[in-house]
Nanobody, 119 residues
Framework: QVQLVESGGGLVQAGGSLRLSCVAS????????MGWYRQAPGKQRELVAA???????NYAESVKGRFTISRDNAKSTVYLQMNSLKPEDTAVYYC?????????????WGQGTQVTVSS
């Protein structure tokens, strides 16, 4: 089992920055890709950014150039640096960890952290 704990959310004005952190504990060697997703009220959960064990990254078009995902395997932590925040970035942000191929099963999710961007 893997536990994911997010932190770093909060209230920020448009144009500001926040850094989210997600610490993984438990069977961390079973983790492959880690990512950040977000869900705004009345909308579906969507991918924001993801990073592989070899640091390959993938971003949603809406955050490219503003958000940066990074990973510290030694600390079992993934970060999301969010700059130039916009009101439309307001959502609950969730950390997700996909299992490696030899550890089949559902992905792990954190409990979420609220990000609110005021105009």
């Amino acid at each position: 089992q893997v536990q994911l704990v997010e932190s770093g959310g909060g209230l920020v004005q448009a144009g500001g920055s926040l850094r989210l952190s997600c610490v993984a504990s438990g069977s961390i060697f079973s983790i492959n890709v880690m990512g950040w997703y977000r869900q705004a009220p009345g909308k579906q959960r969507e991918l924001v950014a993801a990073i592989s064990r070899s640091d390959d990254t993938n971003y949603a078009e809406s955050v490219k150039g503003r958000f940066t995902i990074s990973r510290d395997n030694a600390k079992s932590t993934v970060y999301l640096q969010m700059n130039s925040l916009k009101p439309e970035d307001t959502a609950v942000y969730y950390c997700k960890a996909d299992r490696r191929a030899w550890s089949p099963g559902p992905a792990y999710w954190g409990q979420g952290t609220q990000v609110t961007v005021s105009s």
